[in-house]
């Protein structure tokens, strides 16, 4: 895919397995990568990652669904770094729990972490994109929000699916706002076998999920990072408002 030598990637919950695979990809691909995560050991752990494959690389540690947090993380990186090119949201999480257990605040909760999180950067970041041609927005959604949670594709149930439709909705919206200078695209991954969902991928039940998965495997973190790469090269130019499922076939729309 297409070199990315000279540009900015930042990712939201570069920590993380998926975050930390989009981390990598990206820096094999020439940028230089910021990462933004809740943890410091995990975020400093991906920075000598993508230090090691000859990249400047930066660790920001706070929550990406609290706005203030996100506006003094993003001045941050824009100050040491100079630019961010290409934003990559990938923080978020889960919520298996059915809607009658689940109390009005903890449901805001979901929307914060997975909706209003890329929201968040999008708007603290999009302005100095703007002032340039071919800026990239990634966002995460979720097999969930097609086909709204629940078995045998995941155990997230309606609180998770509403919230990755949202970034759906979010990433089309953007895609017609922020063009033409930016793109704004999503990548609905499946099942991936992360440490969260090892009690799925290793548990009693996933002979029976992989009957539902054409390709007969769970996903690896490496293969939503390849879609996210896709969508930040210049192979992708003429692409925006469109959602990517990297699901082995699972669900198709």
């Known amino acids: ?11 939201t919950g570069g920590g ?7 981390a990598r990809a990206l820096a ?9 995560d809740l943890r410091e ?5 991906r920075v000598k990652e993508v230090q090691a494959l000859g990249r400047k690389s930066l660790a920001l540690v706070g929550d990406a669904g609290d706005y203030p947090t996100a506006e ?19 923080a978020g999480g889960g919520e298996p729990r059915p809607m009658p257990e ?14 209003k999180s890329a929201w968040n950067w999008a708007r603290c970041l999009a302005p100095q994109m703007l002032r340039r041609e071919d800026q990239r927005i990634v966002n ?14 995941t155990v997230s149930k309606s609180a998770y699916a509403a919230a990755k439709a949202g970034v759906l909705g979010l990433t089309r919206g953007l895609a017609k706002e922020l063009a033409p200078r930016v793109t704004v695209n999503a990548v609905c991954p499946g099942l991936i076998e992360t440490p969260p969902t090892t009690r799925i991928t290793k548990g009693p039940g996933i002979e029976d999920i992989l009957k ?11 293969d939503v990072a390849a879609a996210i790469l896709f969508f930040a090269s210049s192979d992708a130019g003429w692409i925006t408002g469109e959602c990517m499922d990297v699901n082995g076939g699972q669900y198709i729309d």
């Open 1 to 11: 895919m297409g070199d990315l030598s000279g540009r900015v990637a930042l990712v």
């Open 72 to 90: 003094r993380l993003s001045q941050s990186a824009l100050s040491t770094m100079g630019r961010v090119d290409i934003l990559v949201n990938v």
């Open 16 to 22: 993380g397995a998926i975050g930390g695979a989009s």
């Open 28 to 36: 094999q691909a020439g940028a230089e990568v910021v990462i933004v």
């Open 102 to 115: 689940l109390t009005p605040a903890e449901f805001d909760h979901v929307l914060t972490r997975n909706l």
């Open 212 to 222: 539902t998965i054409p390709l007969a495997r769970v996903g690896r973190p490496e």
């Open 41 to 45: 050991d995990a975020a400093q752990a």
């Open 140 to 153: 995460i959604a979720s097999i969930s929000a097609k086909h709204g949670g629940g078995p045998p594709a």
